[in-house]
């Protein structure tokens, strides 16, 4: 069945992917967004937006009104700490505003992202939707409260909600694995502390897939899903297989961990209370710290869910995009 769906942060790098996947089949689509520049790859010129700001219920309450269904992506630029007052009002008072204007709207279903950052660094391998929450920074922190206030909410008021928390993303158009890339095609790549910690990129058409098969799903409803790929690997394998798609040697330089983390947290107790971004912090040295390791069988049992593109070919199509781009000569 064809549905009005709002698809908050529709301008993003998921949001964009995730808008042109549900016009293409047949869905009318509304999009809530801040007028700022955004990286909007797959999008569509004739897609209904209404430019406004998640934190201000009047504009989330004109967005939400007369749609059947609403995606939230909506969160905040991660930053290293300098930012929790926004965190909040943007991840925590904003999912709010949303749920505020879903039930005043009677809308069908509300398909929330979180993040698998509200794990934290996972000890079991791989972990899934019960594994216990850790989470490591100001942004999971505030994801973590969301989810909390969406489940809440949901009993509450009878609200049908899904929540959604989608692996690392990758593909043509994500810039935040760029420097990474980048890097190691420069030969300039440091590795911090042992690279064995897993990580688990998901390919952004695949993480797509899992959105569409919740949408509508009733065995998607009053539920918690990871939606991502099947293969995790350590960092340093990672890195050796995003060297071999680019042509070049993988990274040798390496540095320990702990002075790294020091002079992260150095740089968090100076800036932070100013209002700075710290030049580092600890949540980017995590990177290289924290088990990243999850499966996706819940999803594949509930949803009939599939990853498609395997984490070669998505770093193959990924390196290709930058190439054509010119980020990557």
């Not at 998607?220 to 071999?244: C, S």
């Not at 390496?254 to 932070?272: K, Q």
């Amino acid at each position: 069945m064809k549905s009005i769906i709002l698809v908050t942060g529709g301008k993003g790098f998921l949001g964009s992917y995730l808008v042109s996947r549900l016009s293409d089949l047949g869905h009318t689509i509304r999009i809530l967004a801040r007028p700022i520049k955004q990286n909007n790859h797959n999008g569509k010129s004739h897609i209904d937006t209404i430019w406004g700001d998640i934190r201000d219920l009047e504009t989330v309450d004109r967005a939400v009104n007369g749609v059947d269904r609403v995606i939230h992506l909506v969160s905040n630029f991660r930053k290293g700490g300098s930012d929790k007052k926004e965190a909040y009002a943007i991840n925590v008072q904003g999912t709010e505003n949303v749920l505020k204007a879903s039930l005043k709207h009677q809308v069908k279903q509300v398909i929330h992202c979180s993040t698998i950052g509200v794990h934290g660094n996972v000890r079991e391998i791989p972990a899934d939707e019960e594994t216990p929450f850790n989470p490591g920074d100001l942004y999971q922190e505030t994801k973590l409260i969301a989810e909390e206030k969406v489940r809440r909410f949901a009993s509450l008021n009878g609200v049908p909600t899904t929540i959604i928390r989608p692996i690392s993303l990758i593909g043509p158009g994500d810039m935040r694995m760029l420097k990474l890339f980048r890097m190691i095609q420069n030969g300039r790549f440091v590795v911090v502390g042992s690279g064995r910690p897993y990580f688990q990129p998901a390919y952004i058409d695949d993480v797509v897939e899992g959105f569409v098969r919740c949408l509508g799903n009733t065995a998607a409803i009053g539920n918690v899903f990871i939606i991502g790929g099947d293969e995790y690997l350590p960092l340093n394998d990672l890195f050796k297989l995003i060297a071999e798609e680019l042509g070049v040697k993988p990274p040798t330089l390496r540095i320990p961990l702990a002075p790294v983390l020091w002079v992260a947290s150095l740089c968090e107790i100076i800036f932070t209370p100013l209002g700075i971004e710290p030049p580092l912090h600890r949540r980017r040295v995590r990177f290289f710290q924290n088990n990243r390791a999850f499966s996706i069988k819940k999803a594949k049992t509930m949803l009939g869910f599939r990853p498609q593109v395997s984490l070669r070919e998505a770093i193959r199509r990924t390196i290709r995009w930058y190439r054509e781009n010119g980020y990557l000569y």
